[in-house]
């Protein structure tokens, strides 16, 4: 019962505090009659569920509400402070749980009484006026230790016409599920006449083995190409049957599908309640007079972003109300109205959703502001005197930035505008600011429409698929492992003439290294603030939009993963954080060992690797095409040096050299083969037209395992001296 | 005493000549059909008849005991365990498990796509049968327990069976005493031993195994 009374609590004092604020503009009977109403309702609540102490202040409250409608009184700012404050107690009923209604009612029962004696005074004599306190409210809100049992007790606001819509999807996807049982009746008869089909033939078989007559026989074929036909027409049928069903279903199952992400959505004033209030007492406190205005009321909000947009807001409101705009006589000296315009906005463009805060108040000063920014050193004097405005603005948002002379209770410690910043990019959207000297300030806020569908990169990693939100994704490249470098035994590709450097994704989710194959590099380059780094992962497999869910909490924080989702094919895929996988490669690089990128290496087990050095193109060509025919994987090199640095970065089973070559001949290249640790092992062939004795004993002297001579070169000599020596490809 | 059959011979399933008919159109209105149908019932029984009933009657009953609770029954390894019934949701068959970073082990899997949820997949081989080889888990069964949910991967299932309480006999003390001991008794289907596992334990431990 108390929960009900709570709902219906909430629901009247939301109407009574907006339509209080908005009656101190205008008071038309019609206006007043919603907010008696709401009084009376409560008043009748309350009784019910026996929470007397509220009886009497709600009807003191109806009393004068009523006595307005009637004309017999005029509400001033005094009475609707005091109408406020009673309120107020209404909205702290609705906001504790129910087990500590009674006991709280008890401990304010005094507080109630003198409340509704003094709004009952009302009525005869005039009220106090000028700038009440309205900080006069009885207890700090707990609402915000409430939340997270509010949110269990899944109490969620969806629109009337989303739901009878989602009923509708629902129901025709049952009927079209049903209309498929006649289906399955319909194969069975088909079955049968195939049957039937295939007892002819094995009958028309039967007669050609007992030597029945051709015209009998003829005729014989004659029927089962009529069933035949019959069959096909029937299975025709089905065909159009079923692909009609399946086009139907598949759209039904859309409908529904968009229809309860769109549930999601909540119309922009839903959270907006009390900012009319907070807007009002501000002023108050501030001395000065503000026409407040939403826009784009009814625009569609995101549940969630909507929530998280409260705190930002406010701050954006609370910053306008002291430091944008002017006080009256300020602002009557300046030739603008001494009521000062606050509007705030709510617009879906181009597909995102656009909040902005807008005042027509003193605007922020660029040279101020410039100032500011040297004072505090987070840029030099020239660097800041070449700073265009718009650059300027974005040191706003810093935290801790505040050009604000003093702080007052409301404002001026530099942390509001931080938060808006971080809340816009925790969605993925961002904030900015615009300001004429003089002339007023806008911020503007660009959001997703939506945080539960994101759009993604999927990847694979390790043989699984990952998804990787695509508003953080700087670039996707592929390379070839000859195009990394290697810095310090780290690796690195180049993007746009930038180093960038390359982490195994796999090591960086604390996996087994992926033994990926293909020559190619498939690296997806993320950042965050401040570093940029290049993932590593087996392959792209495209773009999806994915719903959002939340993984089990008993898995607590996993790191690198933010959610999980199912993909279009129905298995599961989890989402990539990127902020807290930049930190976990951060942490890999400075602490552990990297893994290395050699995919080369890795097909090593899959094809024998030859290398062959030539100056010649010719014979460069000739002998490739020979080795890759029988299965080798071949790599050239063009001398003796560039044949030295090959080997240098990647593995080969065999070096195949001419010796007479530029820059370095083959004879030197092989001496360093030999003396090199690691390509000591190796098999080297020399094939050179020196076929002389002498140059076979220098070759072989050298390390060659092997001296081809091209006189006796034939496709098979080469073919069976490379078997022989490393074996088949 | 032979039964009167004017309604086959001279009624409406006969050559409908009877005198009555014109009045009663239908012979099912008269009362001597009811009266026919009456001494159906009222007919003696033949002795044999009567001897068997007797027989059946005199029979002792069988009396179904009072204490019977219903268990799922899987197969592990080359073990069959026993769990509870109230504890399952859903029986399917395997789908794709996706392991997760920091988290998938010899017990805890992964993730796994279940009527469009994701829910936690648990190897409960290590746990109940340790130092048993790779089994081949052909089913998943979605097990709960006070709102925590599971999905178990294993072999085969028996199905669904009602044992009385009585028939469980308590586990063998090597089994019982050992720490991690999630069974309490034991009982016998067919030809099978049957290992009745604890709830509270066997989910205590699955818990375990997915913490952080």
Redesign the interface.
């Given at each position: 019962m108390l929960d009900l009374f709570r709902i219906e609590a909430e629901n009247h004092s939301r109407v009574l505090e907006n339509g209080l604020v908005d009656a101190e503009a205008s008071q038309s009977p019609e206006k007043i009659e919603p907010l008696m109403r709401a009084a009376h309702s409560i008043k009748g609540a309350a009784r019910i569920v026996g929470l007397d102490r509220c009886v009497g202040l709600a009807h003191a409250m109806e009393d004068i509400l009523s006595a307005a409608q009637h004309g017999k009184l005029s509400l001033t700012a005094g009475h609707i402070d005091a109408l406020l404050k009673g309120n107020d107690i209404f909205k702290h009923l609705a906001a504790i749980s129910t087990a500590e209604m009674a006991p709280w009612l008890e401990a304010n029962a005094a507080l109630l009484q003198d409340m509704a004696a003094s709004i009952s005074a009302l009525l005869t004599a005039a009220p106090a006026t000028g700038p009440a306190a309205p900080a006069a409210r009885p207890e700090p809100k707990p609402a915000k230790e409430l939340e997270p049992d509010r949110r269990d007790s899944s109490f969620v606001r969806v629109l009337a016409e989303n739901l009878n819509r989602l009923m509708g999807f629902a129901g025709e996807s049952l009927v079209q599920a049903r209309s498929l049982k006649p289906f399955t009746g319909q194969l069975l008869s088909m079955k049968n006449s195939q049957r039937d089909l295939s007892t002819l033939l094995a009958g028309l078989l039967e007669d050609v083995q007992t030597g029945l007559s051709p015209d009998a026989m003829g005729l014989r074929l004659h029927d089962a190409l009529q069933a035949l036909e019959r069959v096909s027409e029937k299975l025709i049928g089905h065909i159009e049957h079923f692909e009609l069903f399946s086009h139907r279903i598949e759209r039904t199952a859309e409908h529904l599908y968009d229809e309860v992400v769109a549930s999601r959505m909540r119309p922009f004033a839903d959270g907006l309640h009390g900012f009319p209030r907070m807007v009002r007492d501000l002023a108050q406190i501030c001395g000065k007079k503000v026409d407040f205005r939403i826009e784009g009321e009814t625009t569609r909000v995101d549940r969630d972003i909507l929530e998280k947009l409260e705190a930002p807001l406010t701050h954006l409101v609370r910053n306008s109300i002291d430091h944008g705009l002017e006080t009256p006589d300020e602002r009557t000296a300046a030739g603008k109205p001494p009521e000062g315009r606050l509007v705030l906005e709510a617009v879906h463009r181009a597909g995102m959703l656009n909040i902005t805060v807008s005042d027509d108040g003193r605007g922020i000063d660029p040279v101020q502001l410039r100032t500011k920014i040297i004072e505090k050193g987070y840029v030099s004097a020239d660097m800041a005197a070449s700073l265009t405005t718009a650059e300027l603005m974005d040191f706003l948002f810093l935290p801790g930035f505040s050009t604000a002379g003093k702080i007052t209770e409301v404002s001026g410690r530099g942390v509001g505008l931080d938060v808006v910043f971080t809340m816009a990019q925790k969605v993925g959207g961002s904030a900015r600011v615009e300001s004429r000297p003089g002339q007023g300030t806008t911020f503007h806020m660009q959001l997703p429409l939506t945080l539960s569908v994101l759009r993604t990169l999927l990847v694979a990693i390790n043989g699984?698929?990952y998804a990787l939100p695509l508003t953080r994704i700087d670039r996707i490249i592929s390379v070839e492992q000859a195009e990394l470098r290697a810095l310090e035994d780290r690796q690195f590709c180049t993007v746009d003439d930038e180093p960038v450097g390359i982490i195994d994704a796999s090591q960086a989710?604390?996996?087994s290294q992926s033994t990926a194959a293909g020559s190619k590099i498939n690296i997806a380059v993320i950042s965050d603030r401040l570093n940029r780094y290049g993932l590593v992962v087996d392959r792209f497999i495209g773009q999806q939009d994915l719903v959002v869910?939340p993984?089990?909490p008993?898995?607590?924080?996993?790191?690198?993963?933010s959610a999980?989702a199912?993909i279009e094919d129905?298995?599961?895929?989890?989402i990539l954080d990127v902020d807290d996988l930049v930190r976990a490669i951060d942490n890999l690089l400075t602490q552990g060992r990297p893994y290395k990128m050699d995919r080369l290496q890795q097909q090593a087990a899959a094809r024998k690797r030859v290398l062959i050095v030539d100056d010649s193109l010719t014979v460069r060509e000739v002998e490739r095409k020979i080795l890759e025919n029988q299965g080798y994987d071949v790599t050239v090199a063009v001398d003796g040096m560039d044949g030295w640095n090959m080997l240098q970065s990647a593995t080969f089973n065999l070096v195949l050299s001419d010796v007479d070559m530029p820059r370095m001949n083959g004879i030197e290249m092989v001496r360093r083969i030999k003396q090199d640790a690691r390509l000591r092992e190796m098999a080297v062939m020399i094939v050179s037209y020196k076929d002389r004795d002498e140059d076979r004993v220098l070759g072989l002297e050298a390390g060659a395992d092997y001296y081809l001579g091209k006189s006796s070169f034939h496709d098979d000599t080469l073919i069976a001296a490379v078997r022989d020596l490393i074996g088949e490809a | 005493m032979t039964l009167l059959r004017c309604y086959k011979t001279i009624g409406v399933f006969g050559d409908s000549t009877c005198s009555k008919l014109p009045g009663l159109v239908h012979c099912r209105n008269c009362p001597e059909y009811a009266r026919a149908g009456r001494q159906l019932f009222d007919r003696p029984l033949a002795q044999a008849e009567l001897e068997q009933w007797a027989e059946l009657f005199s029979r002792e009953k069988e009396v179904e005991p009072a204490d019977m609770f219903s268990v799922v029954i899987f197969r592990v390894g080359s073990e069959w365990f026993a769990l509870k019934t109230a504890f399952f949701q859903e029986v399917t068959d395997l789908r794709p498990v996706h392991t997760v970073p920091y988290r998938s082990g010899a017990v805890f899997k992964g993730i796994a796509n279940i009527n469009g949820e994701l829910l936690l997949c648990i190897d409960p081989a290590p746990v109940l049968t340790p130092g048993a080889g790779p089994a081949e888990c052909r089913r998943m069964m979605v097990t709960a327990k006070d709102n925590s949910r599971f999905v178990l991967m294993v072999e085969e299932i028996m199905g669904v069976h009602r044992i009385p309480a009585g028939a469980v006999s308590p586990a063998p003390a090597t089994v019982a005493k050992s720490p991690s001991a999630l069974t309490t008794g034991i009982f016998s289907i067919d030809t099978r031993t049957v290992g009745l596992l604890d709830e509270a334990d066997l989910f205590a431990t699955l818990s375990g195994s997915i913490s952080p």
């Open positions: 699984e698929p989710l604390g996996l869910m993984l089990d008993r898995l607590g924080s996993v790191p690198a993963i999980g199912i129905g298995s599961p895929v989890l | -």
